[in-house]
């Protein structure tokens, strides 16, 4: 048996767990369910969500990894007897659901950045409906979900050391400085406080009680934070007792939160600059992303051609870095259950989810629904984890905090929340969201 790896440093950790948090969810998810779900009121709500219910789970799953040092699917037997095997199984179940998708939107954001370096930009709302009918239909499609996995699959066989953590620290300030300088540039166009207002500065409160903005809002914050899926226990199973994992935990999901926030300041200010697009909008965030963004962008010439190519390959390293983090789940489970080495259990999840996705790619219905199913999965391992951690093995859980110096007030707040408020807080998130689910099925 091979000695497990072990992230070069605890910078290089987090920058991979960001880099798994901030992906497609972050560039058009969040900003679009923000406008939707009442602006600010939907801010707060998601906020609370992260730093109340979530952020003591984020910790609880860390310390599972940790702990344990074992991959997704043996970590809860070993933490907590067999009866917890199915847990394993949702984390398993969850990211190869989700990378078989995720896959497939990684191929249209590929397409649509060579499309706009080699092509130049739609110039009307026409011409940008065909291309995006012909990038998210017929065979480009499969090309581009096969290549995105080729890809992600390349990072994860190279290792830990080699791959996952070289691959996060190049990319991630790459991204971050891109969001930047595109939100600024955004702020110089004349729709720019128009585009914040529709965003972020309203407050629509009757929001608040719509059973469509609380799973979007539970959904949003476990799926930007790659919580409950597994992640973040595989990722700190090669993580040693040195690294703080409240403060860590804080870290990621604030770049989590930053980088939704910007790029809602990058692309609402676009749409709002050019009219002409706003009929795209009304669709859904898809059309928004990969119509309106691309055909506004047009006006400008050279320049929104090179902001939008900027734009999509940002969007499609933020994804990269998420899909290597899923496909990380099931590969490290074969190797640690069947002993396989690393390559051909890439090879195996890799073809795997290529079959799974194939529903997705030729159905954009179907791709929907995985995203929302795939959410409510989410939610359920993460309740798995409140539970397991929170009220079974609550020793390893202190012991693991107190060895890593982590500060006493704080492991006896996240350790309350871990028990008192996670847990019931998700059960409700699950109640609504499946409540919500049935209530517009039957309609
Ligand atoms: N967090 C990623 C995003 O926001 C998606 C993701 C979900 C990645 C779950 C891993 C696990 O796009």
């Known amino acids: ?31 679009y369910r923000t406008q939707q779900g009442g602006g600010a009121a939907f801010l707060l709500l998601y906020v609370l969500i992260v730093l ?15 702990s344990t040092t074992s991959s997704p699917l043996l970590a809860p037997v070993k933490a907590g007897g067999t009866l917890w095997q199915p847990m394993g ?17 990684m191929g249209w954001t590929a397409d649509t950045f060579f499309h706009s370096l ?71 166009l004349p729709g720019a406080w128009d585009g914040y207002k529709d965003f972020l500065l309203k407050w629509d409160s009757s929001q608040l009680r719509n059973p469509e903005t609380i799973r979007n809002a539970f959904g949003q914050a476990f799926f930007s934070l790659s919580l409950g899926i597994g992640i973040m226990v595989a990722y700190s199973s090669y993580l040693n007792k ?27 200010p676009i749409v709002a600059s050019f009219p002409q697009v706003q009929e795209a909008v009304k669709g859904s965030f898809v059309s928004t992303f990969f119509v309106a963004l691309p055909t506004g962008l047009s006006s400008l010439g ?22 290597i983090s899923l496909l990380e789940v099931p590969v490290s489970s074969l190797i640690d259950s069947f002993g396989w080495n690393r390559n051909k259990a890439v090879i ?57 110096n982590s500060n006493i007030s704080v492991r006896r707040y996240l350790k309350f929340m871990l028990r008192w408020v996670s847990p019931i807080a998700i059960a409700f998130g699950l109640f609504v969201s499946v409540y919500d689910l049935v209530k517009s099925a039957i309609t």
């Open 1 to 31: 048996m091979e000695a497990r790896e072990e992230w070069r440093s605890g910078l290089g950790f987090m920058l991979a767990a960001a880099g798994s948090a901030v992906g497609l969810g972050n560039l058009w998810g969040f900003a």
């Open 52 to 66: 109340v219910v979530c952020l003591p789970v984020l910790v609880a799953e860390m310390v599972l990894g940790r």
């Open 89 to 105: 199984w949702v984390f398993v179940i969850a990211s190869c659901g989700i990378l078989s998708f995720y896959a497939v939107l």
């Open 118 to 188: 080699f092509f130049g930009l739609p110039q009307s709302l026409d011409e940008a409906t065909t291309f995006v009918t012909s990038v998210s239909k017929g065979s480009s499609v499969f090309l581009g979900q096969l290549l995105s996995l080729v890809l992600t699959a390349a990072v994860v066989s190279a290792g830990i050391r080699g791959g996952i953590e070289k691959i996060a620290r190049w990319s991630m300030p790459l991204l971050f400085g891109l969001v930047i300088i595109l939100a600024v540039w955004s702020a110089t």
């Open 242 to 268: 040195k690294n703080q994992l409240p403060k860590q935990a804080l870290i990621i999901s604030g770049m989590d939160t930053s980088v939704g926030i910007l790029a809602g300041m990058v692309t609402f």
């Open 302 to 323: 050279i320049t929104g051609q090179i902001i939008a190519v900027l734009l999509f390959s940002l969007t499609f390293i933020a994804a990269l870095t998420s899909a």
């Open 348 to 404: 195996f999840s890799t073809i795997l989810i290529f079959v799974i996705g194939v529903p997705s790619a030729i159905s954009e219905d179907f791709l929907g629904k995985m995203f929302t199913y795939m959410d409510i999965l989410l939610l359920l391992g993460g309740f798995l984890i409140s539970i397991l951690i929170g009220w079974f093995v609550t020793r390893t859980y202190d012991n693991d905090l107190s060895e890593s």
